[in-house]
């Protein structure tokens, strides 16, 4: 078994156009197997880089992230054919980014997060479900994962204040 999907619908897409580039989640949304959770793993790195920076600008950088992606997301769907194809991961870089919002510094927190994010996308809770059925496009592809950005960014805040 192969690491990348062998899904020929990708067919379509290319590494060095750099809407599917980032659509893809700088590659990790081309694993064969949970490419979702591929793609928060890829938003790791970024995160840890960003969290360097001053919190006025960490929260730019990811607005900017969430905007451009309705855009990134919607023109790889549109080239691909496909509503939300699984390999479609910038939706999962921006809900990891909004998860960390705020988050204190110590190694655990970054775990902490990426396993409250990846529950949120995976079990999509009302609201979060809902937006997953009804929004389409770009939007679409991008409302359900910034939600549950923001829910585990709400949980992870409560669980530092607990510790």
Not at 27 to 38: N, Q
Request: aromatic share 12%.
């Amino acid at each position: 078994m192969s690491f990348f999907s062998k899904d020929k619908t990708l067919a379509a897409l290319s590494l060095r156009n750099p809407i599917h580039f980032l659509a893809l989640g700088f590659g990790s949304g081309l694993a064969a197997i949970a490419p979702g959770t591929f793609g928060t793993l890829a938003a790791v790195p970024l995160y840890l880089l960003l969290s360097l920076l001053p919190l006025s600008t960490y929260v730019i950088v990811t607005l900017i992230v969430c905007v451009a992606g309705i855009y990134i997301c919607d023109k790889t769907c549109r080239d691909l054919g496909v509503h939300d194809h699984k390999a479609i991961v910038w939706d999962e870089v921006a809900g990891y980014l909004l998860t960390m919002l705020a988050a204190p510094v110590g190694w655990q927190w970054p775990l902490v997060g990426f396993v409250l994010f990846r529950f949120f996308d995976i079990v999509k809770p009302w609201p979060i479900r809902w937006l997953d059925r009804n929004v389409k496009g770009g939007l679409g592809v991008m409302a359900d994962d910034i939600l549950a950005g923001v829910v585990a960014c709400l949980v992870l805040q409560l669980l530092v204040l607990c510790f």
